[in-house]
């Protein structure tokens, strides 16, 4: 079975600073990762995903995430950070069973920028 | 942004009537998904759709039914809404799955309350 966990449920920066939200996954297979933002009151936005290429994602806004098998992470960062980068993010696991594309979310982190 | 609508975005009900929400997309996608997200728990899949006619239980289904007689809408319906659903619900679309092709874009969501 396929999990992920949002080490953090809030994480503070200052503006200017960089950026950690952690992610840690589990999954039988190589699996499909994603980060998603959700801005207040917003549906979701993609970031960027993982599918097995290059272990370094860049995603939109100056995001990046590396994806460490070995530990079984896919952590997302920005060396820093911007006052609209306020926003909730989740952490997305593919589900490969029976070929229909579900996706296995975290709970969510919410990332205040502070001035 | 992807084409998909939602409506309505906005709804209070009384316990016990029937509600029916609709998912639009002008992307001609396969798959189309309905999640809900409540605090705490992320977005959590209710019922998706592999094709017209052809759809399928998720994580939590019970209380809700879907039906897509054409491929660019999807409909949920809470049969008879209870407190309990009150709720953000997102669709989601997604062209393909597979290895590396499960990315799934959403809409901007329905916010119900169920009084």
């Known amino acids: 079975a396929q999990s992920v966990t949002q080490l953090d449920s809030h994480v503070s920066v200052s503006e200017g600073t960089p950026v950690l939200l952690r992610c840690n996954y589990s999954s039988s297979y190589s699996p499909s990762l994603f980060w998603y933002v959700q801005h207040p009151n917003k549906g979701l936005q993609l970031l960027l995903k993982?599918?097995?290429?290059?272990?370094l994602v860049k995603g939109i806004n100056g995001f990046e995430a590396e994806f460490k098998k070995s530990e079984t992470s896919f952590h997302l960062t920005k060396p820093s950070a911007h006052m609209s980068d306020a926003a909730e993010y989740f952490c997305v696991v593919s589900s490969r069973g029976g070929n229909t594309g579900k996706l296995i979310f975290g709970q969510g982190t919410t990332l205040q920028v502070k001035p | 942004d992807a084409g998909i609508t939602q409506s309505p975005r906005h709804k209070v009900t009384e316990t016990g009537t029937p509600v029916t929400l609709r998912c639009h997309q002008t992307?001609?996608?396969?798959?189309m998904y309905w999640y809900r997200q409540d605090p705490g728990h992320g977005l959590r899949l209710i019922h998706y759709?592999?094709?017209?006619?052809?759809?399928d239980k998720g994580e939590v289904s019970d209380g809700y039914s879907v039906s897509r007689s054409k491929t660019e809408d999807f409909l949920l319906t809470l049969e008879s809404a209870t407190s309990s659903q009150t709720s953000v619900y997102f669709c989601a679309i997604s062209e393909m799955v597979g290895a590396g092709q499960e990315t799934q874009y959403f809409g901007p969501g329905t916010r119900l309350l169920v009084l």
């Open positions: 993982y599918t097995s290429a290059a272990t």
């Open positions: 992307e001609n996608h396969r798959y």
């Open positions: 759709s592999y094709g017209v006619k052809d759809t």
